[in-house]
Nanobody, 120 residues
Framework: QVQLVESGGGLVQPGGSLRLACAASVNISNYIMAWYRQAPGQGRELVAA???????DHTASVARRFAMSRDNAKNTMYLQINNLKPEDTAVYYC???????????????WGQGTQVTVSS
C-alpha cells in the first residue's frame, strides 16, 4: 500500500493562494494521482486527477483556479489553488491507484488530508 502525506493547507484570506503537496512513499510514475476534497457536512468530491502520461482532468467548477502537477522524481504531486473562495474550505485528500480513476478511488491509497480554510 502506498503511503501518502499531504501538506500545505492552512488558513488563507479570500483571493489568496495555496500550494498543496502530496508525498508518496513509492515511485508514482505509473500511478493515477488525484485530489479530492470534503467540505463540512458534504461528501468527498473529485477536484483533479493526473495520469501517468501527465494528462490532467480538472473538475469544471475549479478548472480556472486549480492546477495540478506531478514530479515523479520527487514522488510528489501538487495542487496549486489560486483566487481562493470561502466555498473552497474543505479537507483536501490525495489518492493514488492504478488501472483507473474509479479503481484508485475505491481500492487505492489515501492520505490523511490537509485542512484548507478560506476566511477573512
Amino acid at each position: 500500500q502506498v503511503q501518502l502525506v499531504e501538506s500545505g493547507g492552512g488558513l488563507v484570506q479570500p483571493g489568496g493562494s495555496l500550494r498543496l503537496a502530496c508525498a508518496a512513499s513509492v515511485n508514482i510514475s505509473n500511478y493515477i494521482m488525484a485530489w479530492y476534497r470534503q467540505a463540512p457536512g458534504q461528501g468527498r468530491e473529485l477536484v483533479a486527477a493526473i495520469y501517468p502520461d501527465y494528462t490532467i482532468d480538472h473538475t469544471a467548477s475549479v478548472a480556472r483556479r486549480f492546477a495540478m502537477s506531478r514530479d515523479n522524481a520527487k514522488n510528489t504531486m501538487y495542487l496549486q489553488i489560486n483566487n481562493l473562495k470561502p466555498e473552497d474550505t474543505a479537507v483536501y485528500y490525495c489518492n493514488a491507484g492504478e488501472t483507473s480513476l474509479v479503481s484508485a478511488r475505491d481500492h487505492g491509497s489515501w492520505g490523511q488530508g490537509t485542512q484548507v480554510t478560506v476566511s477573512s
